[in-house]
């Protein structure tokens, strides 16, 4: 059980366009969910914290149009990342939280903006 | 806002030896302890968790302690195997979100 999804598991843009990232807990209903990034040798970093139905909550010096999340149901949240820039590429990671239990993370979407 | 710091940054040690992270919080409020493993390139998944009203958990080879007075928790392995070789995070939560250390790459050589 437990089980966390992330599409894609990586993705190729070109600056300036957008991309979209999805997180989907499969078998168990999300009531919070999580966006960290990860840069490489380096720790995660909480992007923001999202709640079904309710707007996320972004950590300081992230910015919420930039990153912009949507929570619209129980199974999925999604990140997309927009007028992506080579300072954008990272790898971003998803996690999915039952009423503030356990986190359980997804596999991880390496985004590289050339 | 929470801070924690996690020690020491590379460990290397040899099969059969035991590791131990060591990790300070800086939150009293915080009352949920996790430790993750992440191989290269994969997710992190949970390993062993604490939580407040506990000072010790044990799972086999595993342990975690916790010293809420001195605002620090521990990550014991015994009888290391390579394929314990990964990078370990701690991390301190009073909530829902989880505040991570920066991480211990452990490289365990046979």
């Known amino acids: 059980g437990a089980v966390v999804s992330q599409h894609p598991s990586w993705v190729i843009c070109k600056s300036g366009t957008s991309v979209k990232i999805e997180c989907r807990s499969l078998?168990?209903?999300?009531?919070?969910m999580f966006w960290y990034r990860q840069f490489p040798k380096q720790s995660l970093m909480l992007m923001a914290t999202s709640n079904e139905g309710s707007k996320a909550t972004y950590e300081q010096g992230v910015e919420k149009d930039k990153f912009l999340i949507n929570h619209a149901s129980l199974t999925l949240s999604t990140l997309t990342v927009t007028s992506a820039h080579p300072e954008d590429s990272s790898f971003y990671i998803c996690?999915?939280?039952?009423?503030?239990?356990?986190?359980?993370f997804g596999p991880g979407t390496r985004l590289t903006v050339l | 806002g929470e801070n924690v710091e996690q020690h020491p940054s590379t460990l290397s040690v040899q099969e059969g030896d035991s590791a131990v992270i060591k990790c300070t919080y800086s939150?009293?409020?915080?009352?949920?302890f996790p430790w993750y493993k992440q191989e290269l390139g994969k997710r992190p998944q949970l390993i062993i968790d604490i939580r407040s009203n506990v000072g010790e958990k044990k799972d086999q080879r595993i342990a975690v302690t916790l010293n809420k007075t001195a605002k620090h928790f521990s990550l014991h392995i015994t009888e290391t195997q390579p394929e314990d070789s990964a990078v370990y995070f701690c991390?301190?939560?009073?909530?829902?979100?989880?505040?991570f250390g920066k991480g211990t790459s452990l490289l365990v050589t046979p």
């Open positions: 939150d009293s409020a915080s009352n949920y």
């Open positions: 996690s999915a939280s039952f009423e503030g239990r356990t986190q359980y």
């Open positions: 078998d168990f209903q999300a009531t919070t």
């Open positions: 991390a301190a939560s009073s909530g829902y979100a989880l505040n």
